[in-house]
Structure formats: structure tokens, C-alpha cells
């Protein structure tokens, strides 16, 4: 299971590299010294990259006037610009008021009419995630297991299931009692994930028969979602007016980071589908209802992870190499979409920059990642071949750059 091991980790990097760009505005924070970031082609048409401005860092700029440009243009928060944006405190003000952005979100969700938005706020109290509080974490989530009992919403059940997933390694109580992964499937037959869940929890028991029909369930289905991949375009709605662009883009990137953080159910099942190539039992069924499953993982899973669990399953499965190869190239390609710009992660996003890109994960996390960076992909005037070879000199030079810094921080 390398390749899936692989591919998880590839996507795993992908999303967190925007809080580690957070991180790294905040380091460059305190330094007055600018450098223009190179220029590069956008592959998906979007607004030239702000290094015309003079490459304004995340939260800071080159000079007076470009400061004061970002301040009126919602970037940087105007009470906190000052002559010396060296000073610590304007530092420490950001983070104080992104602080208190959070907690206006938490609490519009739990406010909010609408039942994902609520499902949310309680999703996000039950692990303390939005609040320095930490208060009635349990709690929450009994109200939030309680809100999806009764709801016939498959993302409002998922969130919950997640969530109790989370605080109860063994047997469920209170309200997380009365859901399980077969609610889901019930709520929700023509998706893969909570069928490939129940083969995975059927497999942890021995339970062979109810593995392979779980498993032939999900070979049926229509479409791979967790549910759990909208977070972003679910607390939208919710979110405080007022907030200036820099304070939503870091009450974004938390949400992102708690996303990245929920767990990933389908492994198993798909982690024992990967054998069904090679067990030499002469189990057709096994692996046709498993090659099914990666062939729909690849065509309509929700997000890159899908895509290349389903590439690394059929490979396992034995597809041709052909049809392996060519799906690897799209799926180099497609990472080269979702980067947007070759571009130098050594040189932090300015401003701009980093909000732009917001926008675009926002779009994915409302339309689905993986049909929408092929949607860009399409009108991006550029082969799948050009694509995948930028984005395979790209992780080569990142890949240099990261190994030589290592070396030069042991020395």
C-alpha cells in the first residue's frame, strides 16, 4: 500500500500547504526588506499576480504608500497599520482580532437557521477547535449526534459521525449511540463512502459475507463523497460581516486545517479492495466490485484524495499500464491546476495573492475539487502533458530546495 500511502500524503501536503503559508507570512511579518516574486503564468486565467504592487507579503507591504494601498483595499486591517510595521504589536493585533473573527463565527453557526450551519458550530465546539473556551465539548457533540438522528441530510449526518468518530474509539454513547454508518448509507444509498465504511467496519469483525456486499453496494453507487470536504462553502453563510479579506482568509485556512484533520474512513476497505488483484483465489466478483469502486473514485470522486486512491487501487487491481500512466499524467496535471502558478515557496504570497487563492478553495470546497480543477484544467489553453511535465519539474526543484535547506540547518 505504498501508493496509497503516497497519494495520501500528497494531498494530505497540498492541504495544508496554505496554513504553512499563513506561518510563513507571520515569520516575514517582522522584516522590512521586499523581494518581487517571479512571474508566472496563472493557469487558471485569474488575476495577475500581485508582485506588480510590489509583491506584497501576507499581512505586510514594500514601503508606506503600498501599505497604506493594502489598508484601503481590505487586505491588511487599517487600525493596524503603522509607520513601524516592524512593531511586534501589529503582529500580536492580528492575532487577537483573528481570535475574536472565530469566535463570531462559531457562534453565527450555532445561531444560523440552517441545520449544516448548526451541525457545523457544534461540530467545531464538540473539539474545541474555535475556541480558546473548551467548554461543554461532549455536550455539543450529543447535540450534534441528536441533530443528525433527525435529519434526512447526508452532510449534517457525516459531520456528526466524523465528530463521533473522533471522541469514541470503542462503543458510542449518548447520542452518538443512535447513528451509525449504515444510517448514512440509508440516508444516502448512491454514495460509495459510507457502503466502503461499512465493508471496512464488516472486515474489522471477519465478517466476509457483509463485507462483500457492503462492498458491491458501493460498486453501485453513483458518486464518492465524505461530506465532509465543504466545510469552507457550509460556514460561508455564516460568516461575520465586517471582517476585512486578511481576517476571513485566516478563519478560512483554521476551517481547512480542521478539515484536513478528520479522519479518513473508506482506508480500510479500500486498503483490503487493493488484494483482490493478486489473491490468485479466482474471486471475480471481489475484483470487479473493486475495480468499480477505483473506476469510480477516479471519474467522480469529490476531491484529489479520491482520485488517487482509485488510480493506486487500479493499479493494484491490475489495469493496463497504459490507462495507470495516463491517469497519472492527469493527475500531475491536475496538481499543477490546483497550484495555479509555478511559483517559488520560499518567496511567501503577498496579500493578494493569498486571498485570491482563498477564493479559488472556496469555489472547490462548493463545487467539488476534483470537477473543478478539471473544469480549469479544460479552459486553461494548456495540454495535460504540458501540465503534468511542469508540475514534475516543480516537485523536483520544491523537492531540491527542501533537501538543501535541511542540510544547511544541520550545519
Known amino acids: 500500500m505504498q501508493g496509497l500511502a503516497r497519494g495520501l500524503k500528497i494531498r494530505l501536503l497540498t492541504l495544508i500547504a496554505v496554513a504553512l503559508l499563513v506561518v510563513a507570512g507571520l515569520l516575514w511579518w517582522l522584516q522590512s526588506n521586499s523581494a518581487k ?3 508566472a503564468h496563472p493557469v487558471d486565467g485569474s488575476a495577475p ?3 506588480d504592487k510590489g509583491a506584497l507579503r501576507l499581512g505586510f507591504g514594500q514601503g508606506l504608500m503600498l501599505a497604506e494601498q493594502e489598508a484601503a483595499e481590505g487586505c491588511i486591517p487599517a487600525p493596524l497599520f503603522a509607520e513601524d510595521v516592524g512593531d511586534s504589536t ?6 487577537a482580532r483573528v481570535v475574536a473573527a472565530n469566535e463570531q463565527l462559531q ?8 441545520a449544516r450551519q448548526q451541525a457545523l458550530g457544534l461540530m467545531l465546539q464538540s473539539t474545541g477547535v474555535m475556541s480558546t473556551q473548551h467548554r461543554d465539548d461532549y455536550a455539543a457533540l450529543d447535540a450534534l449526534a441528536r441533530l443528525a438522528a433527525a435529519s434526512s441530510d447526508p452532510v449534517v449526518y457525516a459531520m456528526a459521525l466524523r465528530s463521533c468518530s473522533r471522541a469514541w474509539a470503542g462503543p458510542r454513547e449518548g447520542g452518538c449511540s443512535e447513528i451509525s454508518e449504515r444510517g448514512w448509507a440509508q440516508i444516502d444509498p448512491g454514495n460509495a463512502v459510507p457502503w ?3 465493508a471496512g467496519e464488516a472486515s474489522e469483525r471477519d465478517d466476509a459475507a457483509a463485507e462483500a456486499e457492503a462492498l458491491h453496494q458501493a460498486a453501485s453507487a453513483l458518486h464518492v463523497d465524505s461530506d465532509t470536504d465543504s466545510l469552507l462553502a457550509v460556514a460561508q453563510p455564516a460568516m461575520p460581516p465586517g471582517l476585512t479579506p486578511l481576517e476571513q482568509y485566516y478563519v478560512n485556512v483554521r476551517l481547512i486545517g480542521f478539515q484536513a484533520a478528520l479522519p479518513l474512513s473508506y482506508y480500510r ?3 483490503d479492495c487493493s488484494s483482490a488483484g493478486g489473491d490468485g483465489d479466482g474471486n471475480a466478483e471481489s475484483w470487479s466490485d473493486c475495480s468499480a469502486v477505483a473506476q469510480l473514485m477516479v471519474a467522480s470522486g469529490r476531491n484529489l484524495l479520491d482520485f488517487s486512491f482509485g488510480l493506486q487501487l487500479g493499479e493494484k487491481l491490475g489495469w493496463p499500464a497504459q490507462r495507470v500512466a495516463d491517469l497519472r499524467r492527469e493527475r500531475s496535471a491536475l496538481m499543477m491546476v490546483e497550484l495555479g502558478r509555478p511559483r517559488d515557496l520560499s518567496v511567501p504570497l503577498s496579500c493578494h495573492d493569498a486571498i485570491r487563492e482563498m477564493e479559488r478553495v472556496r469555489r472547490w470546497s462548493a463545487t467539488g475539487e476534483l470537477s473543478a480543477l478539471r473544469m480549469e484544467l479544460r479552459t486553461s489553453g494548456l495540454s495535460v502533458e504540458e501540465l503534468a511535465t511542469q508540475y514534475e519539474q516543480w516537485e523536483a526543484s520544491a523537492s531540491s530546495k ?3 535547506a535541511a542540510q544547511q540547518a544541520t550545519q
Request: glycine content about 4%; charged content about 15%.
Open 196 to 198: 466502503l465504511d461499512l
Open 49 to 51: 499576480n500581485s508582485s
Open 402 to 404: 527542501v533537501r538543501a
Open 37 to 39: 516574486s517571479p512571474r
Open 90 to 95: 501589529a503582529s500580536k493585533a492580528l492575532a
Open 107 to 114: 457562534a453565527a453557526l450555532l445561531q444560523s437557521a440552517g
Open 269 to 271: 476497505a479500500v486498503r
